[in-house]
């Protein structure tokens, strides 16, 4: 069975703090892992997928297939990327409950 | 935003009501998707669709159907609303196994 943990339901950091988001996924297949983001009263957007290795926004997430994790960080948090973030494994996605990340100025 | 529509986009019925969704895309997509969104539960997939006339089941179809019989919309029926369906609902699509683009989602209260 494919599933997608995320540990904390709310992580608050100062502005300028580093950001971690964890994520956590169990598949027994090679996963395709992504990143979405829902700022407040916008629509569910995609952020990051692992397989282009991309830095969006500040933000970089690596797939580490040992310990079955695809964390999300930020060197320095900005007051702008408070909101929902969801971690996503596979096609059709599967969920996890998200992170509420809140920046504090 | 993909060109992606979802209507209506807040309704309030009644248990026991049939009630249907719709989304509506303009990509010629493949792929399009339903989930709902809940506090504490994330999204989960209710139904998904690979083509026209072609459906599955997801994480919670029990209570919900489907239809799709164009390209471009994807229905999502409530036969006997009930509480435990209201939700906000988000419809996605995808052009292949691939990136997601969402819909501006509904908002459904069942009383």
């Known amino acids: 069975a494919q599933r997608v943990t995320q540990p904390e339901k709310l992580l608050s950091v100062f502005k300028g703090a580093p950001v971690e988001l964890k994520c956590n996924y169990s598949?027994?297949?090679?996963?395709?892992l992504f990143w979405y983001v829902q700022y407040s009263r916008q629509r569910l957007q995609l952020l990051l997928r692992h397989i282009s290795r991309e830095s969006i926004k500040g933000f970089t997430a690596d797939l580490n297939k040992g310990e079955t994790s695809f964390h999300l960080k930020k060197p320095f948090a900005q007051e702008e990327d408070s909101a929902m973030y969801y971690c996503?494994?596979?096609?059709?996605?599967?969920f996890g409950k998200g992170t509420r990340l809140s920046v504090i100025a | 935003d993909a060109g992606i529509t979802q209507s209506p986009r807040h309704k309030v019925t009644e248990t026991g009501t049939p009630v249907t969704l719709r989304c509506h895309q303009t990509e010629n997509h493949r792929y399009m998707y339903w989930y709902r969104q809940d506090p504490g539960h994330g999204l989960r997939l209710i139904h998904y669709?690979?083509?026209?006339?072609?459906?599955d089941k997801g994480e919670v179809s029990d209570g919900y159907s489907v239809s799709r019989s164009k390209t471009e919309d994807f229905l999502l029926t409530l036969e006997s609303a009930t509480s435990s369906q209201t939700s906000v609902y988000f419809c996605?699509?995808?052009?292949?196994?691939?990136?997601?683009?969402f819909g501006p989602g509904t908002r459904l209260t069942v009383t």
């Open positions: 669709s690979y083509g026209v006339k072609d459906t």
């Open positions: 996605a699509i995808s052009r292949d196994v691939d990136e997601q683009y």
């Open positions: 996503a494994l596979n096609t059709p996605l599967v």
């Open positions: 598949y027994s297949g090679s996963p395709e």
